[in-house]
């Protein structure tokens, strides 16, 4: 995901996660839309080996490249269910990590449900942004790089961070949840725009 438009930053977070070590990994070029792969369902996770570990690091570093906050394996080409994040919420804490086999959990049945109409805006949908509501609290399971059972959940700004990671692993983009209209406009904005990072061309 894009980190969003005049999104303010405290200068000293709180951080919730494990920051990632990044003398490990290598930046990889954006996959951007258009591309097969991110218009269909990737696989699941199966094998939680040392490619595993090695692909969250070059993901941590492409995302970084790339100025974003979330980056799903697609983004990159890769055909697996992971993501990782390094994003702030509205109360100025920042999350750090990953999650391989994310589902999304549905929304609690006891929580007021409150839509946030902020912009979002996709790095494989480079220099465009639209509003797009979405509920302001998400939680989703999976596991971490050894396979472990974890939760993660998520208010405000990580909220949309997380429901629009896993959007992408199931092969959804943001900009498919909007108008014709507003996503006529995105794509006007796309292809307008030049993304200031390494994208793959599609074929």
Do not use: W
Not at 13 to 21: L, S
């Amino acid at each position: 995901m894009a980190e969003q438009e005049q999104h303010e930053h405290d200068e000293t977070p709180k951080v919730v996660g494990e920051q990632p070590d990044l003398s490990r990994g290598t930046a990889r070029p954006i996959t951007v839309y258009g591309n097969p792969v991110l218009h269909r369902e990737v696989k699941d996770v199966t094998a939680f080996d040392g490619e595993l570990s090695a692909l969250i690091d070059d993901m941590f570093q492409s995302m970084y490249a790339a100025e974003g906050v979330g980056l799903a394996a697609n983004q990159i080409g890769v055909d697996l269910k992971v993501f990782v994040y390094d994003c702030p919420d509205d109360d100025g804490v920042r999350h750090v990590g990953h999650v391989v086999n994310p589902v999304l959990e549905e929304f609690p049945k006891d929580r007021r449900r409150v839509l946030d109409d902020g912009n979002e805006g996709c790095l494989s949908v480079p220099t465009a942004y639209a509003e797009l509501p979405r509920p302001d609290y998400a939680a989703v399971t999976g596991q971490d790089k050894d396979g472990n059972p974890i939760r993660v959940e998520g208010t405000g700004f990580f909220a949309r961070c997380l429901q629009h990671e896993t959007d992408h692993l199931f092969g959804f983009l943001y900009i498919d949840k909007l108008s014709k209209r507003d996503r006529k406009d995105a794509l006007r904005q796309m292809a307008e725009g030049t993304a200031r990072y390494a994208t793959a061309p599609n074929d």
